[in-house]
Nanobody
Framework: VQLQASGGGLAQPGGSLRLSCAASGSLNTFVSVGWHRQAPGKQRELVGVITRVDSTNIVDAVKGRFTITKDNAKRTVYLQMNSLKSEDTARYYC??????????WGQGTLVTVSS
């Protein structure tokens, strides 16, 4: 099952964006789906994950501003980003964790937060 992230673009500080991670097959293929980001010159970091049973975990850096949801019927995981800051500028990736421990990475989508 392949994953494809989309929805990135330019947002102003304080603004919002919603990213989508579309799966080519059932989301239940994955134990969990996570969002990661990589800012220029920095290592890729975890943003948050949502499990097969809809449990979510968001990192402290974005907690209260970002939420992760999913729609199994649409085979899509969403990352809602509110109150965006310049430091949220990064390429965002989604990643699916398979039961055997392997990961399936989608191509990233670029988010730029700037006035």
């Amino acid at each position: 099952v392949q994953l494809q992230a989309s929805g990135g673009g330019l947002a102003q500080p304080g603004g919002s964006l919603r990213l989508s991670c579309a799966a080519s097959g059932s989301l239940n293929t994955f134990v969990s789906v996570g969002w990661h980001r990589q800012a220029p010159g920095k290592q890729r970091e975890l943003v948050g994950v949502i499990t097969r049973v809809d449990s979510t975990n968001i990192v402290d850096a974005v907690k209260g501003r970002f939420t992760i949801t999913k729609d199994n019927a649409k085979r899509t995981v969403y990352l809602q980003m509110n109150s965006l800051k310049s430091e949220d500028t990064a390429r965002y990736y989604c990643n699916g964790l398979l039961p055997d421990g392997r990961s399936s990475w989608g191509q990233g989508t670029l988010v730029t937060v700037s006035s």
